[in-house]
């Protein structure tokens, strides 16, 4: 088994809680990518973040945080920043974020400063999320993207808070069809997908994205489960049935599940392969979806057994 290479963001999050009927903010470690290489590395994968970190309190903290993951931290550069802040708000289990921090200290890699040798010898290369709205950071995940070998994973992760207009959306829409064109696996939400293509529901959008170039499509959809797309059919997978709390990374804890799976196994070669993947990938979020969320939700290969036996 070799490793992933994960590229984007790590920010802090505050979570809206409620503290005996006071409204607060709890202090969380977040960012899609760093999630994904959390939930990868605690099911047993091999994974090396690779990103801006700011060079403040927080930023030692997603750092220490990620060290104490067992997640790789060599293609990681401190940067003279503030560490930019996810203030998340609720309705029922679902997240809403908002941004604040100005540079964002997650988007401050350049091309120059990837490791060759990392990226060459990797075996799966993640990319996606909010840090491709922003330069450097798109241009050093197109000089990653582009790399031949690894099998190649993305997740749009559309954020409708930073898309003020139709005309961001296009554009967005643009460049994340750039990446679908070439990707192996594309990762995305029943969200993403309405956001990106009118309103599409999952089977619509999977086929359109499916048509770009991208071998095989998973399209969560909360508590309905997830909708395959690959070369020789699709299909709904139901989820299963949880007591649900805070939804925050359950999609990235999808992500990181079947990277983690494309590390032990490759490419699955049908859509029995892919339903067998998806369907542990859903098992996990279903228990991350039971806890508090963020990265510190991501489980283990025990967690898991012991939550599900004989459904993974």
């Not at 490793?3 to 709890?26: F, K, N, P, S, T």
């Not at 220490?64 to 401190?78: I, S, T």
């Not at 930073?162 to 994340?176: I, T």
């Not at 309405?194 to 619509?204: R, S």
Request: aromatic letters at 6%.
């Amino acid at each position: 088994m070799g490793y992933a290479v994960v590229l984007g963001e790590a920010l802090v999050d505050l979570l809206e809680a409620d503290l005996d009927g006071e409204l607060i903010y709890r202090q969380a470690i977040g960012g899609a990518p760093l999630n994904v290489a959390v939930a990868a590395t605690r099911l047993g994968g091999d994974v090396r973040y690779v990103g801006s970190l700011s060079n403040d309190v927080l930023g030692d903290r997603l750092a220490a945080f990620l060290r104490e993951a067992q997640v790789g931290l060599g293609g990681v550069k401190r940067v003279p920043v503030p560490t930019t802040l996810a203030v998340t708000t609720f309705v029922g289990a679902e997240p809403t974020f908002t941004f604040y921090g100005e540079p964002p200290s997650y988007a401050l890699l350049e091309p120059e400063d990837l490791d060759e040798k990392t990226l060459n010898d990797a075996d799966v290369i993640y990319a996606g999320s909010i840090c491709l709205l922003r330069e450097p950071f798109r241009a050093t995940a197109r000089k990653a993207w582009q790399k031949p070998g690894p099998i190649k994973v993305f997740d749009p992760n559309v954020r409708p808070t930073l898309l003020p207009d139709a005309k961001s959306v296009a554009n967005l829409r643009d460049l994340v069809e750039e990446f679908f064109a070439t990707a192996d696996l594309v990762k995305l939400s029943s969200a993403d997908a309405a956001v990106l293509y009118d309103g599409a529901e999952p089977a619509a959008a999977a086929e359109q994205i499916r048509e770009l170039g991208a071998k095989a499509v998973v399209v969560t959809w909360g508590s309905k489960g997830a909708y395959i797309a690959t070369e020789d059919g699709a299909e709904m997978l139901p989820a299963p049935s949880v007591a649900a709390i805070d939804a925050t990374g359950a999609g990235d804890s999808v992500m990181g599940a079947l990277v983690r799976r494309l590390l032990a196994e490759g490419l699955p070669a049908d859509l029995a392969g892919w339903h067998r993947n998806v369907r542990f990938a859903l098992a996990v979020a279903g228990l991350v979806c039971e806890r508090q969320g963020g990265a510190t939700a991501m489980p283990t290969n025990e967690e898991l057994v012991a939550r599900w036996g004989a459904l993974i």
